[in-house]
């Protein structure tokens, strides 16, 4: 087997993923009798072109950063959350009662208060898988899948039976008051040029590359960093080690429910200014295909949250001035996961041998 160098395995490998798997939606764009060429151009005009398209796209990396935080931050420890959809509801529930509890004079001290009511409604609906699993051994992807279906219950019956303003047929809460309300990145100074005003994007982007520098530094620069990576790799020597397997499963559960729960800031706080019942719109799941092709490295989830902001923007883009249906978005998605999941092994062989017919060349 060929050792391969960190780059190749952290950038060329996702990358011939990404290759694979625009390859073959070209192939499903030709089919259906588009130009994959011409979708090519529509989706880089639509999502990168502009200012209106690189301030959305900006809005969903945002979303897609916080969520592939969180469940790159369980992968480390060999934990598959599969509950950031529901942990991220909960969290939005966390913003929107801290955003209306009070009538907030500015969005300074608004959003702190609602940073922490995001992280604690989003860590307490993960942790309680995580003591699940710790405690009783019950399998972590089955609670926090079936703890997303129990959010989505929960969340539908807050908005319409306690939430819900008075003669209002929405199931939403009501609009947050106006020192709540987030300046987006047009409103800000030196860079608002960049962007259109009728696009969402805001300062929780900042907060989400924040995130990534603090996950970074937490599992790699920190004593509970080193403790989670080495649970990941063995459960038994961490044992071994004095690792407490209780302790490592709760404050990871904790910290990926967090992460999904801050992600309300974003779509929750900054762009609907209130609590609606499909806000979080699939950022959850879109996480852990963001976690795979970044590597579970924060570094790596930051560009994979890009190219899937790209992707979201993009298929929109489609859907509005082709015939190719959105949901062609999807099954590029879908492509990603399947080449850098279920076949990363497969790309690895190819480039392991790529690397190793050079070597040989090169000593002849």
């Known amino acids: 087997m060929t050792r391969l ?25 030709l089919y259906i009798g588009e130009n994959p060429w011409d979708a090519l151009k529509i989706m880089v005009d639509g999502a990168l072109g502009s200012a209106y398209g690189w301030g959305y796209t900006l809005y969903y990396a945002t979303n897609f950063m916080f969520t592939g935080l969180a469940v790159s931050i369980a992968f480390r420890a060999s934990l598959f959350n599969i509950g950031g959809e529901g942990q991220a509801m909960l969290g939005g529930l966390g913003v929107a009662v801290v955003a209306l509890a009070v009538p907030w004079p500015h969005w300074t001290l608004a959003l702190p208060a609602a940073m922490l009511g995001g992280i604690a409604f989003g860590a307490i609906w993960a942790a309680i898988p995580g003591w699940l699993q710790a405690r009783r051994g019950s399998h972590i992807v089955i609670t926090t899948m079936m703890f997303n279906f129990i959010g989505a219950a929960l969340l539908n019956y807050v908005l319409v039976n306690i939430m819900r303003p008075a003669g209002s047929m929405d199931p939403a809460s009501a609009k947050f008051p106006t020192g709540a309300h987030l300046p987006t990145l047009y409103d800000l100074p030196l860079i608002g040029g960049y962007f259109n005003k009728n696009t969402p994007a805001n300062i929780s982007l900042f907060i989400a590359l924040a995130a990534c520098v603090a996950v970074w530094y937490l599992l790699f620069r920190s004593r509970l960093g080193y403790a989670i990576r080495a649970f990941g790799k ?13 302790r490592v499963t709760m404050y990871v559960m904790l910290l990926s429910g967090g992460l999904s729960g801050m992600m309300a800031i974003n ?27 970044g590597r579970n490295h924060p570094f790596g989830v930051f560009l994979a949250a ?38 990363d092994n497969m790309m690895r062989m190819i480039v392991e041998r790529l690397f190793a017919l050079g070597r040989r060349r090169r000593a002849a």
């Open 306 to 343: 890009l190219l899937f902001g790209f992707l979201y923007q993009g298929g929109a883009e489609l859907g509005l001035w082709t015939t190719i249906p959105i949901e062609l978005r999807t099954v590029v998605q879908a492509l990603v996961i399947l080449f850098t999941g279920a076949l």
């Open 5 to 29: 160098p960190a780059w190749a395995d952290v950038v060329l490998i996702p990358l011939m993923s990404i290759i694979a798997a625009f390859a073959i939606s070209a192939l499903v764009i």
């Open 267 to 293: 779509n929750v706080m900054g762009e609907a200014e209130r609590l609606v019942l499909n806000a979080v719109e699939g950022a959850g799941f879109i996480g852990i295909a963001v976690a795979l092709m």
């Open 234 to 246: 063995s459960e038994k020597a961490a044992v071994y080690a004095g690792i407490s397997p209780f």
